[in-house]
């Protein structure tokens, strides 16, 4: 049985006391251990564990998360959880893990298919995993992502790439460029819906407010005429979630528009500047 005392039920894990942690895909863990009724005569297993995991985060935020808590959500002891997971770290990443499966992945068999609508087709899932999630982008920038269906995505990523003409040596920064934009989009969401929750007011009311607030002064179309029309375009462009969506298109299709452009740019094997 793993043990779940000491640094373990803080999170640190055995891995703690025998040097760095790096990533739970690398050490080797076993497989899951088949469902067993605990003390509390209780059936559990790792995918429950990670199931009540994502919903706890999905209602409560990362921060408000513990494994104590997630024990009383699933009526079992610490211990018991611990049967199944070694540490919090490890639990994080297999539920980091889990949320890719949201992800719908192309055809990648469909040779025909157009590279440029199944990026965006990528690009849009993951998105709506992101948003769905607020607290993932988070771990991901605090954990390796070598779960299988991580890799798959990623496989998927490059497979759509590899038929755009994109030369190789520029491929993974045209990735990069596309979805880093993704990740940030979804970061600053995120962290937008927090800020929304923790002031106790909806998006629209706490948009409407700052916008007040910026726009107050008598001088400030005249100081920053510029900000002063796209402020206005704001405010008359609909709902927040309306503004969000059509800036995330608009990006989107910048970012795709960019990668084409670069196939036939002057410093790629076969062309010739114009």
């Known amino acids: 049985m793993r043990q779940g005392g000491g640094t373990d039920m803080a999170g640190g894990g055995k891995g703690a006391a025998s040097g760095p942690r790096t990533s739970v895909w690398m050490a080797g863990k076993p497989a899951p251990a ?5 003390d509390q005569g209780t059936g559990l297993d790792r995918q429950r564990i990670v199931a009540a995991t994502i919903r706890l985060l999905d209602a409560e935020g990362i921060e408000k998360f513990s494994m104590r808590r997630l024990a009383a959500e699933l009526g ?33 068999s469909d040779e025909g298919a157009d590279w440029r609508a199944q990026l965006r087709s990528l690009a ?41 003409g994109v030369p190789q040596d520029r491929l993974t920064g045209a990735l990069a460029a596309l979805f880093h934009f993704v990740y940030g989009f979804c970061t600053i969401e995120g962290l937008y819906k927090e800020r929304c929750r923790d002031a106790g007011v909806d998006e629209e009311e706490y948009f409407l ?66």
């Open 34 to 38: 088949p469902r067993r009724v605990d």
């Open 76 to 108: 079992v002891t610490a211990m018991s959880v611990y049967w199944y997971v070694d540490n919090k770290d490890d639990l994080l990443e297999y539920v980091l893990d889990e949320i890719w499966a949201e992800v719908a992945l192309p055809d990648l």
């Open 124 to 164: 849009e899932a993951y998105r709506r995993c992101l948003a769905g999630h607020p607290w993932a982008p988070r771990l991901l920038g605090r954990y390796l992502n070598l779960g299988p269906r991580s890799m798959a995505f990623s496989n998927a990523t490059l497979a759509v790439m590899n038929r755009s």
């Open 209 to 274: 407010n700052v916008m007040k607030v910026v726009s107050a002064g008598s001088d400030w179309a005249a100081t920053y005429p510029a900000a002063a029309e796209v402020t206005e375009s704001w405010t008359e462009a609909g709902s927040i979630q309306e503004m969000r969506e059509r800036d995330f298109s608009v990006a989107l299709d910048t970012a795709i528009a960019g990668i084409e452009a670069m196939r036939n740019h002057p410093g790629n094997p076969g062309t010739t500047a114009p």
